[in-house]
């Protein structure tokens, strides 16, 4: 048995709800794929609404092909986040919004081990740069990212 498996809902729910902040790193079941499964995500703005970017293993070869997109894939380290089983890539192409904030929150209360850390202050610089000027974003979405993920 977990410890957090021991905590009252209303305590799971505090914590799970302290947790949903801007560079938070957390693990998904995202109907959004296809097929659906579970990924890592990354939160980069909550307020108004909910933004993530997708965490993968590889950059996908239409990426790969255009250069300034492929420039905006920000390498999350496995030697900075033990949970990863290789170094991996950040899509800061194009924001998540298809998942609510109740439904990251009813996952996460199951498994309270699926909030991971948060990203390191190299990978928020990376973040930033990526996102600015990005011609696949609205205005909208990187100033939101912008406003959120803090400078290192």
């Keep these: 048995m977990r410890f957090s498996d021991a905590l009252p809902s209303a305590e799971k729910l505090k914590y799970v709800r302290q947790s949903l902040v ?22 980069v703005s909550v307020k108004p609404l909910l933004r993530a970017f997708v965490i993968n293993s590889e950059i996908t070869e239409w990426l790969q092909a255009r250069a300034d997109l492929r420039d905006r894939q920000v390498t999350i380290r496995q030697q900075d986040h033990d949970y990863l089983r290789y170094d991996s890539f950040l899509n800061c192409t194009e924001t998540i919004q298809q998942i609510s904030i109740k439904e990251m929150e009813d996952q996460l209360i199951q498994d309270l081990r699926n909030i991971k850390d948060m990203v390191t202050a190299q990978e928020r610089e990376a973040i930033r740069y990526a996102v600015t000027g990005c011609r696949t974003l609205s205005k909208r979405d990187i100033d939101a990212i912008l406003g959120e993920i803090p400078p290192a």
């Excluded at 801007?22 to 939160?43: A, D």
């Design 22 to 43: 801007p560079g938070r790193i957390l693990y998904l079941h995202c109907k959004f794929t296809h097929p659906p499964k579970n990924k890592f995500i990354v939160l």
